[in-house]
């Protein structure tokens, strides 16, 4: 499927895929960046896109970043809409609790999973159907070993 693409910041790469099959295109940061732990900034990457109607590009972390410096997305997954024709931006934190990390303009900091979405009619009704979870959740099938449910 071709998804147009605008390269606000001419000296940035579009979103690339690292390799076939990958479900993520990497984005760039257009800006260097320092974030202090703890931090956030809100980064720009460069692109505007045109999605078809019925299909959402999602803002994800890049796992090696995260495993190796603690850096994440504050709103993970972020939501571009069909709709948006802004620049995509990332909000990029700091979690690790004492290193700062420096990016630089460039640098591959988030990827963008481009997925199917229904959109739905809302039909209100006074009672749901039955089913085996019920209104179990936030851990209520146990949790790891030595963990509690959250409502416990
Ligand atoms: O990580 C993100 C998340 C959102 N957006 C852009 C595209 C999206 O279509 C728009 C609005 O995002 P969202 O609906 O998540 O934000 P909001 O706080 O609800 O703002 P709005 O009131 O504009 O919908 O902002 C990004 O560029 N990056
Ligand atoms: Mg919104």
Redesign the pocket.
Known sequence: MDVRVVRIDEGLPLPSYAHPGDAGADLHTGVDVVLAPGERALVPTGVAIALPDGFVAL?HPRSGLAARHGLS?V?TP????SG?R?E????LINHDPVEEICLQRGDRIAQLVVQRYERVRWVEVETLDDTARGDGGYGSTGGFTGGTPASA
Not at 78 to 81: L, M, R, Y
Not at 88 to 91: A, G, H
């Open positions: 803002v997305i709103n972020g939501t571009v809409d948006y802004g995509i931006k990332v909000m």
